[in-house]
């Protein structure tokens, strides 16, 4: 199969529930279950490939703290192949807060380089072997751009909550030829979605949460998927990451659009179903198994 490399997109995260987000006023919350985890989005898609036995490397900026440690003693657990610069100000962290339906507000307690000394050389010895690089928007990869032009290599890049004219995203979207993002915080998704298609791009995918996925293909068709309804929600951080990682398994497998965004959707159902960034029992069989349950027959 072929290899994929996944650039950019590791932190260490504080996860707080509660039944409603805060509301913005003093207040005291006395109750509030709480975990920490490896986040973001790199790090998702890097554990989601890895246990559907799709070949990556992912590569990431962490700090030389404890955090970074966590994140290299889980991955490593997790069998995810993986190498890193040091960055000087330390790990990324989150501070999420989830409620009961899903959403979220998210905080980032410290916030990564944008600019660092990286081992250029190893990772463009990963981007020449590579078939397909996952481009994450993390500001560290931009300088790295020109070496996925260099070895004309597809690049995917995900989008998640982008808002309309973002300058941040620019470089991100004139450098991938697949873009997946969210409905979030779009007032019209299918112009944003024509739009991107139209700077010459090869598919463009936009997630809507518990209202399921759209794509546009090349071709103008328009492909809407249901999401599935059965499956219990206890955390959706990570189910855009397992989404994008269930779809790049199936287009890998030679399977039409539409069976790509039905893989996809059952990697986002079972995902939101584990604390972790993705369900902790996946593998091929299970995704496959699945889709012949909800999908083959009908």
Same mark, same amino acid.
């Given at each position: 199969?072929?290899?994929?490399?996944?650039?950019?997109?590791?932190?260490?995260?504080?996860? *707080?529930?509660?039944?409603?987000?805060?509301?913005?006023?003093?207040?005291?919350?006395?109750?509030?279950? @709480?975990?920490?985890? !490896?986040?973001?989005?790199?790090?998702?898609?890097?554990?989601?490939?890895?246990?559907?036995?799709?070949? =990556?490397?992912?590569?990431?900026?962490?700090? %030389?703290?404890? &955090?970074?440690?966590?994140? $290299?003693?889980?991955?490593?657990?997790?069998?995810?192949? @993986?190498?890193?610069?040091?960055?000087?100000?330390? !790990?990324?962290?989150? &501070?999420?807060?989830?409620?009961?339906?899903?959403?979220?507000?998210?905080?980032?307690?410290?916030? +990564?380089?944008?600019?660092? +000394?990286?081992?250029?050389?190893?990772?463009?010895?990963?981007?020449?072997?590579? +078939?397909?690089? *996952?481009?994450?928007?993390?500001?560290?990869?931009?300088? /790295?751009?020109?070496? /996925?032009?260099?070895?004309?290599?597809?690049?995917?890049? %995900?989008?998640?909550?982008?808002?309309?004219?973002?300058?941040?995203?620019?470089?991100?979207?004139?450098?991938?030829?697949?873009? &997946?993002?969210?409905?979030?915080?779009?007032?019209?998704?299918?112009?944003?979605?024509?739009?991107?298609?139209?700077? %010459?791009?090869?598919?463009? *995918?936009?997630?809507?949460?518990?209202?399921?996925?759209?794509?546009?293909?090349?071709?103008?068709?328009? $492909?809407?998927?249901?999401?599935?309804?059965?499956?219990?929600?206890?955390?959706?951080?990570?189910?855009?990451?397992?989404?994008? +990682?269930?779809?790049?398994?199936?287009?890998?497998?030679?399977?039409? *659009?539409?069976?790509?965004?039905?893989?996809?959707?059952?990697?986002?159902?079972?995902?939101?179903?584990?604390?972790?960034?993705?369900?902790?029992?996946? =593998?091929?069989?299970?995704?496959?198994?699945?889709?012949?349950?909800?999908?083959?027959?009908?």
């Amino acid at each position: 199969m072929k290899k994929i490399f996944i650039i950019g997109g590791t932190t260490f995260d504080h996860i *707080v529930y509660l039944p409603q987000l805060p509301q913005p006023v003093p207040q005291t919350i006395h109750m509030a279950p @709480f975990h920490e985890a !490896t986040g973001s989005t790199g790090s998702g898609k890097a554990l989601n490939l890895t246990k559907l036995a799709v070949p =990556n490397t992912l590569h990431s900026i962490i700090g %030389d703290d404890e &955090f970074g440690k966590k994140i $290299i003693e889980f991955l490593n657990e997790q069998a995810v192949d @993986f190498f890193y610069d040091l960055d000087p100000k330390g !790990t990324e962290r989150h &501070f999420n807060i989830m409620d009961a339906d899903g959403g979220r507000i998210s905080m980032f307690i410290t916030q +990564s380089s944008a600019e660092i +000394s990286l081992n250029i050389e190893k990772i463009e010895e990963k981007i020449e072997a590579c +078939s397909i690089a *996952v481009l994450n928007i993390i500001l560290y990869t931009l300088p /790295l751009i020109p070496l /996925l032009k260099k070895y004309a290599k597809p690049v995917w890049t %995900d989008l998640h909550d982008y808002n309309d004219g973002n300058s941040y995203h620019e470089p991100f979207i004139e450098a991938a030829d697949h873009i &997946f993002l969210s409905s979030d915080n779009l007032s019209n998704y299918k112009t944003t979605m024509q739009h991107l298609m139209d700077r %010459d791009k090869e598919l463009v *995918v936009c997630t809507h949460g518990k209202h399921g996925s759209t794509a546009l293909t090349k071709k103008g068709e328009w $492909i809407d998927q249901p999401a599935l309804q059965n499956f219990q929600l206890k955390d959706a951080n990570g189910a855009g990451d397992s989404f994008f +990682s269930g779809y790049l398994f199936g287009y890998l497998n030679n399977f039409d *659009v539409q069976k790509c965004m039905q893989l996809g959707t059952i990697c986002a159902a079972y995902c939101i179903t584990s604390p972790q960034l993705c369900y902790e029992e996946l =593998n091929d069989k299970l995704l496959m198994n699945e889709w012949n349950k909800e999908f083959a027959a009908k």
